[in-house]
């Protein structure tokens, strides 16, 4: 087993957590990311109501006995969600690990940690991090360039994010973006991380709510099928390259540029969720990371994390093996 302090503070076996995502992170996938050893998420905001994430919270702990979080990512929107009635729900349905993202999450964190709860934040640079960490919060999930969703304005990957999260931090943090096996968790835990939030990876399970057409999009499709859009308006979020993405990314760079407006019914959740559900994957806009060029095959979670675990643990003992004695110590030892 790899112990950790993501292991120990989440009390779950592998350092593994299945990050909140819109239409996917529902409670059959939530329970057997959990059942197997990792950490699932529920995503708040997939659900209508704060009632409805009261039923789905329900629902999954009739599957499993498990420790699981609830995802609240704060969305900037003209009609803001009732972000404090999912966290009241959720809290009061005994939910003690949330995952939050998104702009001023202070208040909400305020919230959790004044109910005992542990609360890791997902940041894409290392000042909001920090800033993070002064309110608070218990793990950062450090996202780079390479993660499906919003990595932020920076374009900074990985590699160079986390090892500035070593320098920097002083609270645990985790890994996110470009992730999808156990040769990605030796190198998180390398780099200083207690563990990975995966994504993209887990969509592309037998347990996940999309359509089988969707998956199959994943397994065929490499790094290169990802795109970005708006990032003219310094809202960046990568997703999948079909034809409606490749759209807003035209109208972005036409002359004059593109307000949120012009884009507004291309990339409406409404389409990307029809995606998800028909399994056409020109619907409408729907996220996936670079992680995309590493699946090749649609495992069930818990043959994906046992897999993951034993790459990992496998990889740190060759690592382990590639140090040799110091000659200088055995002369030392002659004197």
């Known amino acids: 087993m790899i112990s950790t302090a993501l292991t120990k503070l989440l009390g779950i076996r592998v350092p593994v957590v299945q990050g909140g995502m819109q239409w996917v992170g529902l409670p059959a996938l939530v329970a057997a990311v959990s059942n197997a050893g990792g950490l699932g998420i529920l995503t708040a905001l997939t659900q209508p109501s704060p009632e409805a994430l009261r039923q789905a919270i329900r629902e999954t702990r009739k599957l499993t006995n498990n420790n699981f979080g609830v995802n609240i990512t704060l969305l900037p929107t003209i009609n803001p969600p009732d972000y404090e009635g999912y966290a009241r729900a959720a809290v009061e349905e005994n939910v003690r690990i949330f995952e939050t993202a998104g702009n ?150 036409r002359p004059g540029g593109a307000k949120f407006e012009d884009l507004r019914e291309l990339v409406s959740g409404a389409r990307g969720r029809l995606a998800y559900e028909t399994g056409d994957s020109d619907a409408g806009i729907w996220t996936a990371g670079v992680a995309m060029g590493l699946i090749t095959d649609i495992p069930s979670c818990q043959e994906l994390i046992d897999r993951i675990e034993k790459d990992a643990e496998r990889i740190i003992d060759g690592l382990a093996r590639m140090k040799l004695p110091d000659d200088r110590d055995a002369t030392k030892a002659k004197l």
Do not use: W
Request: net charge positive; with cysteine; aromatic share 4%.
């Open 104 to 253: 001023s999450p202070g208040k909400l964190i305020k919230f959790f940690k004044s109910q005992g709860c542990i609360v890791l934040h997902k940041c894409t640079t290392i000042r909001h991090a920090k800033s993070a960490a002064r309110m608070g919060v218990d793990i950062i999930s450090i996202d780079g360039l390479e993660c499906a969703g919003h990595p932020g304005e920076d374009d900074m990957g990985g590699l160079v994010l986390l090892a500035r999260a070593a320098q920097e931090l002083n609270i645990p943090y985790i890994a996110s973006g470009g992730i999808a096996d156990g040769r990605g968790l030796a190198a998180a835990l390398a780099f200083g991380a207690c563990g990975v939030n995966m994504g993209t990876r887990f969509m592309c399970t037998k347990e996940s709510p999309i359509h089988q057409n969707i998956k199959d999009k994943i397994v065929a499709g490499t790094e290169l099928d990802t795109i970005h859009i708006f990032r003219t308006l310094r809202n960046t979020s990568r997703v999948y390259r079909n034809k409606v993405a490749e759209e807003v990314v035209r109208l972005e760079n």
